[in-house]
């Protein structure tokens, strides 16, 4: 059962990008629940799993659907559930939201078509499709480094001015952009940081939240910083922020999820490691993650 439909207000705060946990190389729907559990027990905003940090390139079709039926049931209304729905194949990505939409999720995250590279043109009609198409809300996701094109800002506002499409999550390691969109978009339409880091500079232009990694090791934590953004702390956000640094650094030495995996196992949350072609991290890496989380001690509790 859905809340009332999401639109771009709700979308403030912090939603975790939910790693898939895995035992014995299957997911372990089990843990997923705990870890949902985790992110309301925090006072998150939401969820979203199936983003690139829920490894969805290497799961199944069954797997996918497990993950979001597990998803929606443990959230049980106390959190949004946006599931990553996007692909370089606009009628699947229709067929991925419509089925986001039937199994309760409150919206869909839809990512820049990877590959295919479409020119900006071609990236209007495929995101106009969806959304058009789209029962629930949509949020654009833009992360270049992943997908080879991003979403030229003159669309982003284009798009913007769809009923369907709420929001952004701004992946693309540029705070100007960020603002800018923010600031040319009106209240229907929000910016989230989609990068960790940069999460308190892209907030102070005019973000409203985060769909954050880190979350899923130090959500009250991370909640903490976002609240204070929302009301202009941002000196108390900055404190969070510098003592975070070492953590947040030492997950972006390698491809994400491996660090936020190794780091989750090494704290007791035991979430498995990557599925291939992913490969978990290096000693060195492992060694820089450990420091840090034991630097933060009971800290991130």
């Known amino acids: 059962m859905k809340n009332d439909e999401l639109n771009a207000n709700g979308l403030k705060g912090v939603w ?24 309301a027990n925090a006072g998150l905003t939401g969820i979203v ?13 069954d797997e996918k659907t497990e993950v979001i039926k597990t998803a929606v049931n443990a959230a049980d209304n106390r959190l949004r559930v946006m599931v990553g729905a996007g692909t370089n194949n606009t009628p699947k990505t229709i067929a991925n939201v419509q089925q986001a939409n039937a ?5 869909a995250l839809v990512v820049t078509p990877y590959y295919n590279k479409p020119t900006p043109e071609g990236l209007k009609q495929h995101f106009l499709q969806v959304a058009d198409a789209s029962p629930i809300p949509i949020v654009l996701y833009h992360i270049p480094s992943r997908c ?14 769809h009923p369907k499409i709420i929001g952004i999550k701004e992946a693309g390691g540029d705070a100007w952009r960020s603002g800018e969109i923010a600031r040319l ?24 939240g985060v769909i ?7 959500p009250k934590r991370f909640r903490e910083m976002i609240d204070h953004c929302l009301i ?37 949350l035991k979430v498995g490691d990557v599925r291939s072609p992913l490969v978990p991290v290096k000693a060195e890496t492992r060694e820089v993650i450990g420091d840090a989380l034991i630097k933060l001690g ?4």
């Open 212 to 218: 954050s990694v880190i979350s899923n090791l130090a």
């Open 185 to 208: 978009t009106d209240d229907s339409f929000a910016v989230l940081s989609g990068d960790d880091t940069l999460t308190l500079p892209i907030m102070s232009v005019g973000a409203v």
């Open 298 to 301: 009971n800290w991130i509790d």
């Open 232 to 268: 202009n702390d941002y000196k108390s956000a900055l404190e969070v922020h510098q003592k975070l640094s070492p953590l947040l650094s030492a997950l972006s030495l390698e491809t994400n999820p491996a660090p936020i995996k190794g780091v989750m196992n090494l704290s007791g």
């Open 148 to 161: 080879g094109v991003g979403i030229p800002v003159d669309l982003v506002l284009e798009l913007s001015q």
């Open 16 to 39: 975790t990008a939910l790693v898939t946990p895995f035992f014995d190389e299957q997911v372990n729907l089990s843990k997923l629940t705990q870890l949902v559990e985790f992110a």
């Open 49 to 61: 799993p199936l983003g690139s940090t829920g490894e969805t390139a290497s799961l199944t079709e």
């Open 103 to 107: 199994l309760g999720a409150d919206a």
